[in-house]
T-cell receptor, first 114, second 113 residues
């Protein structure tokens, strides 16, 4: 079946611009996570959604970052007024439920802020 | 939140068994241990998960001693395609608490011909 998809695969933007990154989780997965991975680093948790519950935003690095999940499916991560330090690969993952340890990751979106 | 410590890198050769050990001295009673594999330019992929003793699947084995303060991921007879970064995670998803998956920097395994 279809896995987690993300778009765009690559995004180059100028400093100060806003960007939107999209994630389509696996159908039926109620939990959705966003991570950020800088070059040579591990994954940094950003935010997670579980069903219709309020998201856990504890990992968002600043108020320039926000995310929403519409209809319990597709999610959009928005970065406002991008900075060069925002350059990274943004990964989305989904799992059957919040209590499921097995997360399925998308291919990521590589964001470059010039 | 249990913190994990893994070697930064390891080298091996095709056909050898590779053991990657993760230390998690502060693991809590409800915590599970999960390992992921990440190839370059891809998202991580779940490998195995366990709570105690030994777990085996078609990809790897996970050994957890009685005190659970460490765990060892064992990859039998590695091939070049096993070259990847391996992450050890510890946490409790089941009580609905504040478990946030922490991937750290992982162990970069390079398999040589």
């Amino acid at each position: 079946g279809a896995g987690v998809s993300q778009s765009p695969s690559n995004k180059v933007t100028e400093k100060g611009k806003d960007v939107e990154l999209r994630c389509d989780p696996i159908s039926g997965h109620t939990a959705l996570y966003w991570y950020r991975q800088s070059l040579g680093q591990g994954l940094e948790f950003l935010i997670y959604f579980q069903g219709n519950s309020a998201p856990d935003k504890s990992g968002l690095p600043s108020d320039r970052f926000s995310a929403e999940r519409t209809g319990g499916s597709v999610s959009t991560l928005t970065i406002q007024r991008t900075q060069q330090e925002d350059s990274a690969v943004y990964l989305c993952a989904s799992s059957l439920a919040r209590t499921d340890y097995e997360q399925y990751f998308g291919p990521g979106t590589r964001l470059t802020v010039t | 939140l249990a913190k994990t410590t893994q070697p930064i890198s390891m080298d091996s050769y095709e056909g050898q068994e590779v053991n990657i050990t993760c230390s998690h001295n502060n693991i809590a009673t409800n915590d599970y241990i999960t390992w992921y594999q990440q190839f370059p330019s891809q998202g991580p992929r779940f490998i195995i998960q366990g709570y105690k003793t030994k777990v085996t699947n078609e990809v790897a084995s996970l050994f957890i001693p009685a005190d659970r303060k460490s765990s060892t991921l064992s990859l039998p007879r590695v091939s070049l395609s096993d070259t990847a970064v391996y992450y050890c995670l510890v946490g409790d998803n089941w009580t609905g608490g504040s478990y946030i998956p922490t991937f750290g920097r992982g162990t970069s395994l390079i398999v040589h011909p």
